[in-house]
């Protein structure tokens, strides 16, 4: 006979009490730890919303901190250009101020000419002073960069030159502009208007 044959019956009764005894020892203990380990969970997770939630309010100033730079940024970029396109109307308004300050001189020598050609007989004194004021006008030109085209006794350039009219001439080869009937004149290097002449057949 075994050993498990010679347990009596309250000797197996005995032992499954024991063993049901045993696991709600087990389960009991169990259920002691739950709370526990719970509360270090929720201690674990409380901790990393604080930190989540620190992280986010950082992001938050941050992203005003940058919002602010982008509106003052925006502010003067805007202030420049109004400044920028002011500044261009003021200089094609007034680009013509330089000339016509050095010009109003000019303008108060011809009024003086005038008067005198009204208070005297003398011609000659009255050609002088448009004389002088002529050449007062060429000189504010000229400091202009405003230049006389060359004509007469060059070959025709049709460029610079507007010929009207062909003449035979035994004094010019062909070709050659042999009279200016009006003057031709540059601003530094462009063409402002042609000479026109007469150019030799």
Do not use: C, W
Not at 37 to 48: A, C, F, I, N
């Amino acid at each position: 006979m075994t050993g498990k044959e010679n347990i009596t019956p309250t000797e197996q009764k005995q032992q499954a009490e024991a063993e049901q005894q045993a696991q709600q020892e087990e389960h009991a203990h169990s259920a002691q730890e739950t709370p526990a380990d719970e509360q270090l969970e929720e201690g674990t997770s409380e901790l990393s919303m604080e930190e989540l939630e620190a992280q986010l309010q950082e992001a938050q100033e941050k992203a005003e901190e940058y919002y602010q730079r982008y509106l003052r940024a925006q502010a003067d970029f805007d202030n420049f250009r109004k400044r920028t396109r002011k500044e261009k109307e003021d200089l094609q308004k007034y680009a013509a101020l330089p000339v016509i300050e050095q010009l109003l001189p000019v303008l108060d020598n011809f009024e003086r000419a005038l008067a005198a050609g009204q208070s005297t007989q003398d011609a000659e004194s009255l050609m002088k002073g448009v004389e002088m004021v002529f050449k007062q006008v060429q000189q504010v030109l000229t400091e202009q960069g405003l230049e006389e085209i060359e004509a007469v006794g060059k070959p025709f350039d049709p460029h610079v030159h507007e010929a009207v009219m062909q003449v035979e001439s035994e004094d010019h080869d062909s070709g050659i502009v042999v009279e200016e009937l009006q003057k031709g004149y540059k601003l530094k290097d462009k063409v402002i208007r042609p000479a026109m002449v007469k150019v030799s057949q």
